[in-house]
């Protein structure tokens, strides 16, 4: 049966035996006719075999009592905090003649909100035309966040928010021999519901009442989309060659409500009117168009060389967009008040791309694939962003910008791999890449607004990535495998643009700071043991080490003393803005101790920093320890217990004075208890019993232990097949 979702860190029972047992045929039924006298005795002749059971069904039921925070619990184990029951699996086959088949499959679950169903018909010779539907819920957690020793937010919403994700498809294959497979699709999808956003609100100011909010800002989304795809292949000679074209068009209106202190009168406001909401909408859409063609030629054994050539073209467009802020104070009340009107805009994008690979065995241990692929991509867009200034009376202004690029972007690669020596495979595979970018934009802006009329930036970005590794298979039921990794990424920006009115510069450059450089460098090796010792034993131990270094250039603006030299940009000094290194040792081992019995544990650890030379970002940890243990023993022949243990701890939560603190202090243990018996050879049983909690200690956490939670779930299910 389809197991529930408790939870994807929750490990799912599996049982011993009753499934293999509910798809076996009964025994064979062998009949014997005694020898008469003056006869000779008959051979045996066995029972014809019964068909195998290829349909089923089954139902469930369950829910969950939760102690704590719901919406966290709901949010880690990803289902409701009530009840829910249904179909949680069905299959039915069946021939309709002796070249139709009709296959279904699906299942509906309320109270989890997770539905499914797919029909197939295939005519053996032609094709098939199958459709289908499905939608399902993921939950999150509204709450604001928490910085030690001052006041917990709640959001406005309240905290149990969720989406609903679905689509409907209808696809339709030709099949037919010595003629091109074409394959038409149609697909709905859409998204609604309300989630949090990783952006935060500015909260309350610290001088009200001394208290510090941080509210979450939330989004409230509607989308959907159609997507039309026509795909042909076909043979010829040594060459497969593929068509496809792509139209989908999207749209949305989604919503995104954040909190903000507002100084509404001078001097501050000393109670919570100065908390305001604000709320972004934007009506967006896009149509985009693509169509690509790729083959696959086989010149020999030896020598393949495949090719594709693929164009995008994108449309979008932002009418209507609104901002809001809710106040039941005059708005334009003072020097900081300020309020938005609809914004519109909109942008085109073409994209050109075609790869090259080719593989070539020139001996029969030793494979050679260089590849080459080029992309090419212009860009237009234009915004309009009309606002009011905060003077009294206001004055409605407008900030517009175009943006015009152009990419170049060209990527090589060749992988070796060479497996001539006994017990021994080596790899070896390099990247590089090279791409450049030339960025317009220009200010457009009007009404007592100094615009940057034109900015134009060359961005050339250097890449190259190595990997080496080997697997060496020295003894029967042993293995190692190393594969070490190292990439640059070089980005720089040259500006050469030309500046606007009462705008400092850098060269010609209007400028008050900007990136020059940033670069980045990833090393990384890791290494696998595969080992069984025993026959019943086997164990999978692997290390990773990784280390990610951040290196920027940037320029700052100076301003030049009264009566001397005029302001300007100064040019920076690399530094190092972060490093992270990560160390990860994981161990998994399954052992059978005797036929009835199988145990699998896993663990991992990691340990993971990340520093910065700079000295208003403060250093983090990010250290944490994960394991489960499951178990399974049948009891008999027709029943099966399976238990499962998990365990996740994590203390690297950094207190801030003036700021939100980050990090977890989290404790959590997830136990489960699953029994399945089969009631008869076509029926089983089963029933459920799951225990969750996640706990802050032993100090708060960005959450302040708000959303701790103990769950207790239970479930019991019935499968028939037929």
């Known amino acids: 049966m389809k197991p529930i979702r408790f939870s994807k860190f929750l490990a799912q029972s599996t049982t011993l035996r009753s499934f293999r047992l509910a798809l076996a045929a009964p025994a064979l039924v062998i009949t014997l006719t005694s020898a008469q006298a003056g006869t000779s005795a008959k051979t045996p002749v066995p029972a014809e ?22 919406a966290g619990f709901m949010s880690r184990a990803q289902q409701n905090d009530g009840f829910y029951g249904g179909i949680d699996s069905l299959q039915y086959s069946k021939a309709i003649n002796d070249s139709t088949t009709l296959t279904m499959d699906g299942h509906a679950l309320p109270g989890l909100e997770d539905y499914e169903v797919n029909i197939d018909v295939t005519k053996t010779d032609l094709g098939y035309i199958k459709t289908g539907y499905k939608e399902f819920r993921t939950w999150y957690d509204g709450t604001g966040g928490f910085s030690e020793g001052k006041q917990y937010s709640l959001p406005a919403w309240g905290e149990e928010l969720s989406v609903d994700r679905g689509e409907f498809y209808l696809e339709a294959g030709l099949r037919m021999e010595n003629m091109p497979e074409i394959t038409f699709s149609y697909k709905h999808a859409f998204r609604n519901g309300q989630k949090d956003s990783l952006a935060w609100g500015e909260g309350i100011p610290s001088n009200i009442a001394n208290t510090f909010k941080t509210a979450p800002a939330l989004w409230d989304i509607d989308e959907q989309s159609d997507t039309f795809e026509l795909d042909v292949a076909h043979t010829l000679g040594n060459t497969d060659l593929g068509l496809g074209l792509v139209y989908e068009h999207a749209s949305y209106t989604n919503s995104r409500t954040n909190t903000r202190g507002y100084l509404i009168t001078s001097p501050p406001a000393t109670s919570s009117s100065a908390f305001r909401e604000v709320t972004l909408t934007d009506e967006y859409s896009m149509d985009l168009f693509a169509g690509n063609i790729h083959s696959v030629t086989r010149f020999n054994d030896k020598l393949w060389l495949t090719a594709g050539f693929a164009y995008n073209s994108v449309n979008t467009d932002t009418d209507g967009s609104t901002r809001s802020i809710a106040s039941n104070t005059p708005l334009y009340t003072g020097t900081r008040a300020e309020a938005y009107a609809a914004t519109s805009g909109g942008g085109e994008v073409s994209q050109i791309i075609g790869n090259l690979n080719l593989m070539w065995n020139p001996m029969p241990d030793l494979t050679i694939t260089p590849s080459l692929r080029y992309e090419h991509e212009e860009r237009d867009a234009l915004s309009t962003n009309p606002f009011y200034r905060p003077q009294t009376p206001a004055v409605l202004s407008y900030a517009s910008a175009a943006d015009d690029s152009e990419l170049n972007e060209t990527i090589g690669a060749l992988d070796i791999r060479y497996t001539g020596l006994s017990d021994l495979v080596l790899y070896a595979k390099g990247q590089w890449g090279q791409t450049n970018e030339d960025v317009t934009w220009r200010d457009t802006s009007k009404a007592n607004l100094t615009p940057r009329s034109l900015v134009d930036n060359d961005i050339q970005i250097d890449e190259q990535e190595y990997t080496l590794g080997a697997n060496w298979y020295p003894l029967s039921g042993l293995s190692f495998s190393l594969q070490g990794f190292y990439a640059e990424r070089d980005q720089s920006l040259d500006p050469t643009g030309n500046a606007g009115t009462g705008v400092q510069t850098l060269g010609t450059q209007g400028m008050t700071a900007i990136m020059l450089e940033h670069d980045t460098q990833i090393e990384d090796i890791n290494l696998r043991m595969t080992w069984r010792p025993l026959s019943n034993l086997s164990l999978v131990t692997r290390y990773d080490y990784g280390q990610t270094k951040y290196s920027n250039r940037g320029s700052q603006w100076e301003p030049g003393a009264v009566g001397s030299s005029p302001s300007g940009a100064e040019i920076l000094n690399f530094i190092e803005s972060g490093k992270t290194t990560c160390n990860i040792l994981s161990e998994s081992v399954t052992w059978n101790p005797m036929a009835r019995l199988y145990v699998q544990g896993s663990a991992s650890w990691v340990w993971s920093q990340t520093d910065s030379d700079f000295t208003s970002v403060t250093n983090s940890d990010n250290d944490y320890f994960s394991g489960s243990l499951t178990a399974g023993y ?68 960005q959450t302040g232990g708000y959303n701790d939670f103990t769950a207790q779930m239970v479930s019991t299910g019935l499968q028939i097949r037929f």
């Open 49 to 70: 075999t019964p068909a195998p059971l290829t349909s089923w069904i089954g139902f469930t039921i369950g829910g969950a009592f939760v102690n704590g925070n719901d």
């Open 634 to 701: 049948a009891i008999d022949d027709k029943t099966d217990l399976t238990g499962s243990f998990t365990y996740y701890g994590a203390s690297n939560y950094a207190a801030a004075a003036s700021s939100m603190g980050y990090g977890l202090n989290t404790q959590e243990y997830g136990a489960s208890l699953t029994l399945t018996r089969m009631i008869t050879a076509n029926m089983v049983w089963n029933l459920r019993y799951a225990f969750l909690t996640s706990q802050t200690d032993p100090s708060p956490d």
